[in-house]
Nanobody, 122 residues
Framework: QVQLVESGGGSVQAGGSLRLSCRASGSVSGCMGWFRQAPGKEREAVAGIYLGRNSTYITTPVRGRFTISEDKGKNTVHLQMNSLKPEDTAIYYC?????????????????WGQGTQVTVSS
């Protein structure tokens, strides 16, 4: 069973930056990325990268502020979050073995991390 290990969450002030990382304990394929869920809201896809293809998905509210990258061949992805806003506050979940491309990211991923809290204060 593949496990996803997340790191990098925390608390920052608005305008600050955080970098989330996610490493899979075994081999994964397809899309690997991040979802988030704020209190009282539905889970939403944030960013995904199709491993080995340099194809990425970034949701509109964070486009231009967040970037996703991978360490090729290491089943590891990073989410660089800049210019953070209070509305980015949520639990961020890493997911792997799914599908993403262009303007679409599926919610059907095989593996999920336990989540890491990101809190942005105004």
């Amino acid at each position: 069973q593949v496990q996803l290990v997340e790191s990098g969450g925390g608390s920052v002030q608005a305008g600050g930056s955080l970098r989330l990382s996610c490493r899979a304990s075994g081999s994964v394929s397809g899309c690997m990325g991040w979802f988030r869920q704020a209190p009282g809201k539905e889970r939403e896809a944030v960013a995904g990268i199709y491993l080995g293809r340099n194809s990425t998905y970034i949701t509109t509210p964070v486009r231009g502020r967040f970037t996703i990258s991978e360490d090729k061949g290491k089943n590891t992805v990073h989410l660089q979050m800049n210019s953070l806003k209070p509305e980015d506050t949520a639990i961020y979940y890493c997911a792997a073995d799914g599908y993403c491309a262009g303007n679409y990211m599926s919610h059907s991923f095989t593996y999920w991390g336990q989540g890491t809290q990101v809190t942005v204060s105004s």
